[in-house]
């Protein structure tokens, strides 16, 4: 007998309700994935401001919920698990759809699941591509976070390998996109920009690449400052800004040490799958370059579609799904929000 | 007509059941459940809710409306109140009812002399609102420093807590009618702390 799964999403500016059916078999299919964003009201700040974005949430909260049950044509009688984020995250942002979640569990009689952000977005990508591999890596790429996970079992083995000591790779191009007078989110402008120019024009530095280097973390606070250098530079000498080559260049240089990182990971651990998600894996370069340096190594390379990889709720059901499967116990109804949840954590 | 009372607009995690004479609009409390921590209301209040109704020995579903607080209050925990409310009246296809968590405290004082509510706000200031001495709310809700207000011959009721009862009973007229209830809209007075960026930090010397 199939069971559906809902999954809660709230941590950073996007409220998430997804709907999945788990099969006897394991596999999950998506039922529907609907997302509420406050990003246009925080653009003006450059940046989310958790207030403005706890507020939106619970606005959305229960509009986000009827269209999900709409879209699936289900009615809320029908589910047999609650999933929701735990963490990590912003502390306000989480606290409504946990205290969403637990209530709709309470009324409906259902297990609660507090579950791993991080997590979540590795096994978004089961709806697309099935079963993952075990083990397999994972890069995960957004606003909030930049890490390198070995996963060996999604409903509860994920062990981190590297993150970043700085910046979040989205937060390089949030930063760079302002500097280069680009919209707020930075990301889909720069990749946008970037397509016209030449990512060789400018030898940005590749951050965390040096031989004492940690092998498997991350910097972009160098880069960022890098381009903001070399943009003051081009101004002083009263030269017009090639915002192509600006951003092309940069993109590269992003795109060249996050796949090099992963590549060489999966490499020396044998790892033969490398999953990569958030927001940042919509990026065209970093797809491209992966899916290049993935076939030399002989790596099979899953992304899932850009829907998939930002902030929703259909990754949340989805981790849901295989943490109840695998017969993990619920959670309390006592649960706490956790913003700085380990991704060891997978359930709690 | 069982009414599930939530309110997490001051640093108490409050919920309970109150009963209301469809007839005699009588109100009786069955069952409370209340924590004072600023700290707990994401954690604490579904736990109540269900304490509550098992105290009551009834469950969600015998339950034919919700009175839910909606502030003013300065804690992210007023979110936690509110989402509570409108899931559960979402899924279990009853009403939920705002009442200003001000109007609650000056109902459960009761009717027979004017009032003057103040609850915390945090940053040295108080949320407050003054009531008529047949409780009608006179001024506020506002929010500003506690210095400034003259209580004038107003009874004063300083950082109490709503209870079930006095948010039911704020909500006993419409309630009572059956209305459409209003949105449930946080009373949150203030606008969030948040700044345009200026100009642009330069990294090099000019």
Known sequence: MSRIIMGVESSCDETGIGLVRLHDDGTVELLADEVASSVEQHARFGGVVPEVASRAHLEAMVPTTRRAFTTAGLEMSDVDAIAVTAGPGLAGALLVGVSAAKAYAAALGVPLYG?????????????????????????????????????????????????????????AYDKVARLLGLPYPGGPPIDKAAKAGDPQAIAFPRGMTGPRDAKFDFSFSGLKTAVARWVEGAQARGEEIPVADVAASFQEAVADVLTAKAVRAATESGIGTLVISGGVAANSRLSSLAAQRCAEAGIELRVPRPRLCTDNGAMIAALGAHVVAAGCAPSSLDLSANPALPVSAVSV | MLVLAIDTATPAVTAGIVAVDPQTGGLDTVATRVTVDARAHGELLTPHVLAATEQAGVTLRDLGAIACGVGPGPYTGLR?????????????????YPVCSLDAIAAAAGPGEPLLVLTDARRREVYWAAYDADGTRADGPHVGRAADLDPGGCRVLDHEHPTPLGLVRAARESLLAGDEPAPLTPLYLRRPDATEPGARKRVTAP
């Open chain 1, 115 to 171: 579950v791993n952000h991080l997590a979540g977005h590795i096994a978004v990508d089961t709806l697309q591509h099935g079963p993952l591999p075990s083990p397999c890596l994972a890069l995960l790429v957004s606003g909030g976070h930049t890490q390198l996970l070995r996963v060996d079992d999604i409903a509860g083995k994920i062990t981190e390998i590297g993150s970043t000591v700085d910046d979040a790779a989205g937060e």
């Open chain 2, 80 to 96: 936690a109140g509110m989402v509570t409310a409108a899931t559960l009246a979402h899924s279990l296809g009853i009403p939920a």
